[in-house]
Nanobody, 121 residues
Framework: QVQLVESGGGLVQPGGSLRLSCAAS????????MGWYRQVPGKQRELVAT??????INYGDSVKGRFTISRDNANQVSLQMNSLKPEDTAVYYC????????????????WGQGTQVTVAS
């Protein structure tokens, strides 16, 4: 069973920083990309950042220049969030585009359970 486990969420003051990590575990053949999306109540989920196995990176417009995604190893990525704003408050979900080493062994998107990030004084 493939699992994505997020860590690092919490409460932080405006202007502060947090670092989120996501680890993919289980039987995995290959990971094509991993990344982060976020969602607040009443709004659709939006892109935060993604990184491919070839180190190709994409950021959402609202976080450009403030957030940095990086690959820690083959199965783990981190999101460094700086200069946090109240509008960054959301549930952050890790996403992985991968092929599991189990049936059905087809390319599939997996999601983590989400981690709450709250930016407030």
């Amino acid at each position: 069973q493939v699992q994505l486990v997020e860590s690092g969420g919490g409460l932080v003051q405006p202007g502060g920083s947090l670092r989120l990590s996501c680890a993919a575990s289980g039987s995995i053949t290959i990971i094509y990309a991993m990344g982060w999306y976020r969602q607040v109540p009443g709004k659709q989920r939006e892109l935060v950042a993604t990184i491919t196995s070839g180190e190709r990176i994409n950021y959402g417009d609202s976080v450009k220049g403030r957030f940095t995604i990086s690959r820690d190893n083959a199965n783990q990525v981190s999101l460094q969030m700086n200069s946090l704003k109240p509008e960054d408050t959301a549930v952050y979900y890790c996403n992985a585009d991968l092929v599991p080493n189990s049936w059905p062994d087809r390319r599939t998107n997996y999601w983590g359970q989400g981690t709450q990030v709250t930016v407030a004084s």
